[in-house]
């Protein structure tokens, strides 16, 4: 079964980076696409990357382009959002999603989650 731990969150001041982990277990993951997602109170899920394994092919939403960037380590089975320039508007808990095939944006694609971390951006 597909298990995915996040780990990175922390409070940080605007302009810091901050680095985000998702330790991936119970499958291969060639093949599959690791995302980001986002949520804030009272929204909804909101998409912020992907890389597909195989591939390392990457998407970024509008909103983190040119800031945040998304790689993987197989050899350790964990993909990584490096966070750049970080504004208070990042503010969110982080959710590390994994679905089998392309990249979605749709959070309803994804089959597998991971329990978030929070990120706090103070201005």
């Known amino acids: 079964q597909v298990q995915l731990v996040e780990s990175g969150g922390g409070l940080v001041q605007a302009g810091a980076s901050l680095r985000l982990s998702c330790a991936a277990s119970g499958s291969t993951f060639s093949g599959y696409t690791m995302a980001w997602f986002r949520q804030v109170p009272g929204k909804e899920r909101e998409f912020v990357g992907s890389i597909n394994w195989t591939y390392s092919s990457t998407y970024y939403a509008d909103s983190v382009k040119g800031r945040f960037t998304i790689s993987r380590d197989n050899a350790k089975n964990t993909v990584y959002l490096q966070m750049n320039s970080l504004k208070p508007e990042d503010t969110a808990v982080y959710y590390c999603?994994?679905?089998?095939?392309?990249?979605?944006?749709?959070?309803?694609?994804?089959?597998?989650w991971g329990q978030g971390t929070q990120v706090t951006v103070s201005s």
């Open positions: 999603a994994a679905r089998f095939g392309g990249s979605y944006h749709d959070q309803k694609q994804y089959y597998y």
